[in-house]
């Protein structure tokens, strides 16, 4: 699942928010299947436009897993509804940036050109399933029916092929599953439908939203290890978003952290989660219990309102390093070490520590 990437330091100093990971850091092996650069979204609000998404730039390379985590209200979903050109059309709605996939700027293309992108190269999983699937439509129909719009097979061709993709996400019992509904299956089996549904047309890459978040802790590992093996299967990249960093433990190669509207930190998975250089990323950890690893105290405070986002560093209110100077400027995303991109002044926190 890794890709070879080579990473070149740079000092900090000098480094624009636009600038990250494969800009400023890292010599890639694979050219990335998704190139995101300066994603901004505002929303207009009664107080003034409201910056959801505050210029997120990122990579993802062919057969990644790329996670993006946060708290709630960090910006995940509309970054990942954003990419997709899927956020809802509001008046005053403003999105820039660049989104580059397999060499075409989505933000550029025309909603028919777009329509058919999704669904085929990319495909999409939410946290509640029951909101995408139809529930007077079996659940044999449904995936036929993605099936026969993109592959243009007959009716029984299409059957068929829902049936093999009932058993590729490993659901019981799959003939008895087809022609079920979907109120009849729990919320696990939905989401296994629903990722039968997203496989349908073999997309070069899932977008899964929280795919687990409705779900128990035994029925969430299952759907990870599952989305795990499809993303070798299908040889797919994955972006999955999470606000839960166990979650992405087993399946993430490469993770980044969003606080207020921006990536604060990014990192391959296991520096991350060995050697976290940001507070706020020590903080999401230390709500993680982990075998052999001291419990870090969580995060105090609440993530700050984006009408009124606070001077210099967003996370200063809730930080237990902060120092007067981190009120000042808003660190930008710069090489802390190999391979690792942090947003703060004090970063490595080895000293501070
Ligand atoms: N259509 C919209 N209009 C106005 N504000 C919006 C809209 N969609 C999202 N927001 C705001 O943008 C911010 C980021 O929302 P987003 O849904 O991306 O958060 P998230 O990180 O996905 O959180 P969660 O973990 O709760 O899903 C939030 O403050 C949200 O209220
Ligand atoms: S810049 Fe300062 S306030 Fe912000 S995360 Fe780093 S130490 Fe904390
Ligand atoms: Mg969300």
Redesign the pocket.
Known sequence: MHNGTQTLRSSAAGVSPSETFAEVSTVSAAAPLMSVRDLRVSFPSEDGLVPAVRGVSFNVLPGQCFGIVGESGSGKSVTSLALMGLLPPGPGSIIEGEVNFGGRDLRRLRPEQMRKLCGSEIAMVFQEPMTSLNPAFTVGDQIAEVVVTHEHVSVRAARARALELLKEVRIAAPERRLDEYPHRLSGGMRQRVMIAIALACRPKMLIADEPTTALDVTVQAQIMELLRVLQGEYGMSIILISHNLGVMSEIADEIAVMYAGRIVEQAKSAQLFENPE???TIGLLGAIPMPGRKRLASIRGRVPDLHALPSG?T??PR?P???EA?RQIE?TLHPTDLQHLTA????PLDRVL
């Open positions: 940001h507070p706020y560093c996370f200063a930080c390093f902060v120092e981190c660190p703060c002044r004090r970063a």
